[in-house]
């Protein structure tokens, strides 16, 4: 699969930590934010989760002489949750309390981890306040799951999601999906903690504009985020209006899963690596 590498790379900040920091820096030079993930999913043995975590740890290490915060995006699968409930809170107690001004969020997977993901988030937030989720607007449990965070203050992303989930849990039309991403992020906007926005939707884009100008929402009081390598015309346009503008940015070697979702949400990706493939094969590469 290192074929794939040449689109990977669009998408991710390098392959070690030392390049995806220095790409950090040039992000926040920029006036950008930054939520930072490494790459890496399910793991099966404690020393993988270990692993994940020990990786946490140096990135925070690096980075603990920003003076504006960064977000760190972890996935609970790799910190262990498929191996054992406990396991997984003691890797993530451990990062929040080498996080210092900054942030750990669990990213949202597959639909059989969502209980078990906001679960650990509203039990551990009670006391680390240094600590966010994410609900996927495809969802339809989210409208419930919404009114949680909101009640408990806890500093939420929204996005559409990114799994392929069956009818009975998720809506599979993206009108269905829009609609539903409006309604969760207006209610986030006017009652959530510091919620990010997390879309390239141009469409839900200017309608949460047009809301947070009626509503008169402070700029200072959300994120719009967006994936390193996406529309990164949006991304200035945003940040040039002035708005908080924060980037995931993924790092690490395991970077297959990830590109493989990012392929799967445009054909004109796949179209990319079909031609780079034939390309390749025919040895029609310019440089000889
Ligand atoms: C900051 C951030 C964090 C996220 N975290 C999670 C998470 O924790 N869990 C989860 O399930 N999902 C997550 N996602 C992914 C999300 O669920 C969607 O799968 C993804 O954002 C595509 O949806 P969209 O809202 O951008 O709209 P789309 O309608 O898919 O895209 C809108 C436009 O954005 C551009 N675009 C979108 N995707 C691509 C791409 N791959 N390559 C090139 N152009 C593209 C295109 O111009 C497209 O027309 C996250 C997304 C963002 C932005």
């Known amino acids: 699969m290192r074929i794939l590498y040449p689109f990977a790379k669009r998408f991710i900040a390098g392959e070690d930590r030392a390049t995806a920091v220095k790409n950090i820096k040039s992000l926040y030079d920029q006036g950008f934010l930054c939520t930072v993930d490494v790459l890496g999913e399910s793991v099966h043995t404690e020393d993988q989760a270990l ?17 504006r915060p960064v977000d760190i ?35 949202m997977e597959g639909s059989d981890l969502t209980a078990r993901t906001l679960k650990l988030g509203l039990e551990l937030q009670k006391t680390h306040k240094n600590l966010g989720v994410v ?26 999601g990114a799994y392929k989930e069956p009818e009975t849990l998720a809506y599979q039309s993206m009108n269905e ?27 839900l ?21 967006l994936l390193y390598g996406v529309r990164r015309d949006i ?19 395991a970077w297959l899963p990830y590109t493989l979702r990012r392929l799967a949400e445009r054909k004109e990706n796949i179209i990319f690596v079909v031609k780079n493939l034939i390309r390749e094969t025919l040895g029609l590469s310019k440089v000889k």
């Open 51 to 67: 692993a994940a975590k020990n990786e946490y740890l140096a990135l925070l290490k690096d980075i603990a002489s920003f003076h």
């Open 73 to 107: 995006s972890a996935k609970v699968s790799a910190l262990g949750m498929d191996i054992s409930y406990d396991l997984c809170k003691k890797n993530v107690e451990d990062l929040i309390d080498a996080v210092g001004h900054h942030t750990v969020r669990f990213d």
């Open 205 to 225: 884009i200017e309608q949460i504009r047009d809301f947070i100008e009626k509503e008169n929402i402070p700029r200072e009081s959300f994120y719009f985020e």
């Open 235 to 253: 991304q200035q346009a945003l940040l040039n209006k002035g708005y908080q503008v924060r980037i995931y940015v993924p790092y690490g070697k």
């Open 135 to 160: 609900l996927q607007a495809y969802l339809r449990r989210t409208d419930q799951d919404i009114q949680s965070v909101i009640d408990q203050g806890v500093s939420t992303r929204l996005c559409k």
């Open 177 to 203: 999906i829009r609609k539903n991403f409006l309604k969760q992020a207006f209610r986030l906007l006017k009652e959530g903690n510091l919620p990010a926005i997390a879309t390239h939707d141009e469409i």
